[in-house]
Each structure stands twice: as structure tokens, then as C-alpha cells.
């Protein structure tokens, strides 16, 4: 008869400790710092969300105001919030987390703090070819459709004379301040040659404004949206790995021209389908990855607390264009101009030499 040996229990692999600043929840490592940020961020913005539909001509108590998006309240409160308020908050919404993903993206891709969808030419694109639709088309053009292709058309240009994002980043960030130019000339050309009717029909399409919004551009932005946000947060590894070297990027196994094409793609698409609901919001894509990095510090690329902070941003800028002076409405791009400037002036004169983000 033959013994058998008692089997040995299976040696439990060595716990792995999180990099410092980061814990582990299941199988997912996740920056404390950014969970907090983006909680908070989740917050902040419930809050704006609720003053934006409680305030305005009709002052509505902001409890009863968010009880009147879920169809309770006084007939009043659901005329007031659900047909005139909330459609543009939620415009408002989708295009801040837009302007805030595309400018994260395309600062991360350019390695430049200074990168976004103004400076880089594609929302005077996008104006240009809307403009264009109103303006000097025979036949009636959506002008969504057109300031996408404009957006799109800009990105290849910028892309194509600049020969690419990456060891050439401050070569695409002339290139498409010249082309942005060239386009800005365009605008202003078919505006002074159109009639005053029409011109006054294009003028939303130039300075950014969430009074025009229209259903159907707002649910492609959030169709695009669905698309684009979590694509981002996939891309996180190439992402961070972007912001390197090309030796470096190329030694972590990453694919340097698929993950630029990947980047470029969605940071075009957001900021395209923006300018096709709002025209062009300036200021928003440049101050909210900065303001996302200084919450975050240093880690992973924000990509959701800058989209978060888009929302916020635009949010307040059109809360303050249709409160501050009323009944006089100030549209949301002069409000992101006026803030914005200074702020980009401190950016430059603030800047060091090492402008990788």
C-alpha cells in the first residue's frame, strides 16, 4: 500500500504595493489625488448646473428647479426649467466637457501648454466654413455639418504643413496660429460682403453663443461624446507616454503613429462637434486642462477632470452673460474672451522653457 504525501497549500503571490499616491481598488490602480478631483469637480458642477437653472428673469428656488428637470413642481416651473433652461444647460454641458477633452488632448499631443483648438486653427476652420454655409452657399447647408468639416479640414492642414504633432510640436502650433489666421480672414471677408440680414443670421457662428443651440447638433455633440470620452480614457497609457520623448515613448511600446492619429482624431471631432452647437468658445479648451493639472498635480493626463472643468467654465461664462447685464445677454464666447485673455497673457509671460504639459 502506498502513502500519499499531504499536498502543500499553493505559495499566495507577493502583495504589490501601489506607487506612492496611488491605491488599488480591486484591480484598477487609481491616483487618489484625481478620484478626489473628480469627485469634487462632480460636485461643483452639480452645484452650477442647479444656480444655472434656478437663476435668470424667473428666479426659481433651486431645489424646486432640479425637482422640475424629474417633472414635479408648479406648471410655471416646468415651462420656465424644462423648455427654456434646460436645454441649454445641457448644450452647455456637452460643450465644456467637449472644449475641455479636445484642449487636454491636443496640449498632451503637441507637448505645449499653449495647444488648443483656437491656437492650433481648427475653431476659426469650423467658423469659417459655417459662416460660409450662411453666407455664400445657393443651397441651404447645415451649418453644424459645415463647421465640422471646417474643423476637420483645418486639423489636416495644420497636421499635413507642419509635418506632424510630435518632435515638430512648436511647428504645429505656428502652423495652425497661420492658418487660424488665413481662416479669421475668410470669416471676416464673407461677412462684410454679405447683406445685413444675413450677416446678422452668421454673427452667432463667430463670437460663440448657447442662445442658437439646435436639438439636433447637441445630440450628435453627445453622440460624439459617448464616443470620444471613453476613447480618451482608454488612450491613457499612450497618453502618458506622449508626453515624452519619442526614444522614450517608443522604448514603452508604444505605437507612436497610430496613438498621434488615435489623439489627433478625437481631439478633432470634440472640438468640431463644440463649434457646430456653440460656434467658438475661446479660452475654455486652454484654461481648463491647466486648471485640471494644477488640481490633479502631477500623475496621469486629467482627461475627465478636464472635460469636468469645460463644464464648469462654460457653465459660469454663460451664467454670467445672461445674468450680469440683464436683460441685456453678453454672448458666452465674450465672457470666455474678456476672462480668458488675461490669463492666457500670464500663461505666456509664465511659461518656461520646458512646455511639456
Do not use: K
Request: proline share 8%; charged share 10%; glycine share 12%.
Amino acid at each position: 500500500m502506498t502513502a500519499t504525501l499531504p499536498r502543500r497549500p499553493a505559495a499566495r503571490p507577493p502583495a504589490v504595493a501601489a506607487p506612492p499616491g496611488h491605491s488599488m481598488l480591486g484591480p484598477v490602480l487609481v491616483h487618489r489625488r484625481g478620484l478626489v478631483t473628480v469627485v469634487g469637480l462632480l460636485v461643483v458642477l452639480g452645484a452650477v448646473v442647479a444656480i444655472s437653472l434656478a437663476v435668470g428673469s424667473v428666479r426659481i428656488d433651486p431645489l424646486r428647479a432640479v425637482g422640475a428637470v424629474f417633472g414635479t413642481g408648479t406648471p410655471r416651473d416646468l415651462l420656465v426649467v424644462g423648455q427654456l433652461r434646460l436645454p441649454r444647460v445641457e448644450a452647455g454641458l456637452a460643450v465644456g466637457i467637449a472644449l475641455g477633452l479636445s484642449g487636454c488632448l491636443m496640449q498632451t499631443l503637441a507637448r505645449n501648454r499653449l495647444a488648443t483648438p483656437e491656437t492650433t486653427g481648427l475653431n476659426n476652420g469650423a467658423t469659417a466654413f459655417a459662416v460660409a454655409s450662411v453666407v455664400s452657399v445657393p443651397m441651404s447647408l447645415a451649418p453644424p455639418a459645415m463647421a465640422l468639416t471646417g474643423a476637420a479640414t483645418a486639423a489636416a492642414l495644420t497636421l499635413g504643413l507642419s509635418g506632424g504633432a510630435g518632435p515638430r510640436g512648436y511647428r504645429f502650433l505656428v502652423v495652425g496660429l497661420g492658418l487660424g489666421a488665413v481662416f479669421g480672414a475668410v470669416t471676416n471677408l464673407l461677412l462684410a460682403r454679405a447683406d445685413i440680414d444675413t450677416a446678422n443670421a452668421a454673427m452667432p457662428w463667430t463670437v460663440g453663443t448657447l442662445n442658437t443651440t439646435t436639438g439636433p447638433a447637441v445630440r450628435l455633440l453627445e453622440l460624439g461624446l459617448l464616443v470620444g470620452l471613453p476613447t480618451a480614457m482608454l488612450l491613457g497609457r499612450w497618453l502618458r507616454a506622449l508626453r515624452f520623448p519619442d526614444a522614450v515613448a517608443t522604448g514603452l511600446g508604444v505605437p507612436l503613429g497610430r496613438a498621434r492619429i488615435a489623439v489627433l482624431l478625437t481631439s478633432v471631432g470634440a472640438a468640431g462637434l463644440s463649434v457646430a452647437v456653440a460656434g467658438p468658445l475661446g479660452m475654455v479648451a486652454l484654461a481648463a486642462p491647466e486648471a485640471a493639472r494644477r488640481l490633479t498635480g502631477p500623475g496621469p493626463v486629467p482627461v475627465v477632470a478636464s472635460a469636468l472643468t469645460g463644464a464648469v467654465f462654460t457653465l459660469l461664462a454663460d451664467l454670467v452673460g445672461r445674468t450680469a447685464f440683464a436683460p441685456l445677454e453678453i454672448p458666452a464666447g465674450l465672457v470666455t474672451a474678456v476672462v480668458g485673455g488675461p490669463y492666457l497673457l500670464w500663461l505666456l509671460l509664465t511659461t518656461r522653457t520646458r512646455t511639456t504639459p
